[in-house]
């Protein structure tokens, strides 16, 4: 058996030292996770997520598994394997499966597709959406006991509708304020906070803090002046622990940093000679030396960025295209334990999620 080890690579000391800490290497566990029980098989993994106790949650999409894939789900059964998971799967730090939940319910509208999921602090679950009649956002509890729902399904508005959201992306909770920040998202073109124990509407802002503009300026053009709006998707909203908010405006190339209140600070271009989806997918911040570096997932490079927060530089990186261990296919999503291990989560025909582990220098 071959077994397939993946290194970052780990350049530009001087840079990592300029940034506080050093750039960390990872290294890929092909054997995680186990295989699902029930002839399971999962779908499209569109958001991935870790809670206090270093489960890691994924939001997977049943029904982008071919034809081919359930066999044993169709009526009659075409082959001996297999059946879609439950869109909400919840493994341990060994890749066994724990819980899993989810689907329509009496109460809520569930997503006619599943996209992004995060854990509170309270341990609450909450799910994005970005059908093509998507507006909602759902709050469950960890069994899957349906809590809230903000937004709702049907035709799309505009990015100045409080009402509803536009194809959700990403989902970020501040407990301490108890607000919800959302990267809205595949539709609208902006970031909207609510109330996260009642849903109440408090604020929100499109780029460089502006009120958001219908419809975003054309398509992106790498020697163009630097866009005035989000374009779709406004793909991910990230609070660091020292109150930053980080914003991932994806075919625009950009992050683009705010304070709570929606006041502009200062944005990173990264590889901005990337078309096609664009390069700033996910992040996710490493909790040495005050989160100097961040994580950034690019879904058309495939491959993991290891950046300077304070100056957007990349100090590393890893991955590339393709289907062994270590590689990517739209990688699309990642998470971070505690033990700095990195979990993604692959979109398009990859539908899978991948763990790397911490190499010690």
Known sequence: MRIITILASVALATTAAAAGAAPPKFKVDPFWPKPLPNGWLMGQASGVAVDAQDHVWVIQRPRSLTADEQGAALSPPRSKCCKPAP?????????????????????????????GIHVDAKGFVWIGSNGDLDGEVLKFTPDGKFVMQIGKIGP?????????????????????????????????HRVIVFDSETGAYKRHWGAYGGRPVDPPAGRYDPAAPLSK???????????????????????????????????????????????????????????????????????????????????????????????????????????????????????????????????KP
């Not at 194809?167 to 609208?188: F, L, Q, R, S």
């Not at 989806?277 to 690019?298: H, I, K």
């Not at 590393?316 to 979990?343: E, N, P, Y």
């Open 156 to 188: 799309q508005t505009d990015s100045n509708d409080v009402t509803r959201l536009g194809k959700p992306a990403g989902i970020w909770v501040d407990n301490a304020a108890n607000e919800v920040y959302i990267a809205d998202g595949y539709y609208n």
């Open 87 to 115: 869109p909400v799967l919840e493994f341990d730090q060994a890749g066994n499966l724990l819980r899993s939940w989810g689907g329509p319910g009496q109460g809520y509208d569930w997503p006619q597709n599943e996209h």
């Open 229 to 359: 709006s989000f374009a779709n998707p406004v793909h991910c909203v990230k609070i660091a622990r020292d109150g930053l908010v980080y914003v991932c405006d994806r075919v625009n190339d950009r992050i683009q940093v705010f304070h709570k209140d929606g006041t502009f600070v200062r944005e990173f271009r990264i590889e901005p000679a990337t078309l096609g989806g664009g390069s700033v997918w996910d992040l996710a911040f490493l909790p040495e030396a005050g989160q100097a570096l961040m994580l950034n997932t690019d879904g058309e490079n495939n491959e993991v960025r290891i950046l300077s927060r304070a100056t957007g530089e990349t100090v590393g990186r890893f991955g590339r295209s393709g289907r062994q261990a270590g590689d990517f296919h739209w990688v699309h999503t990642m998470a971070l334990d505690s033990k700095g291990s990195l979990f993604t989560g692959e979109v398009d025909n990859a539908k899978r999620v991948q763990r790397f582990v911490r190499v």
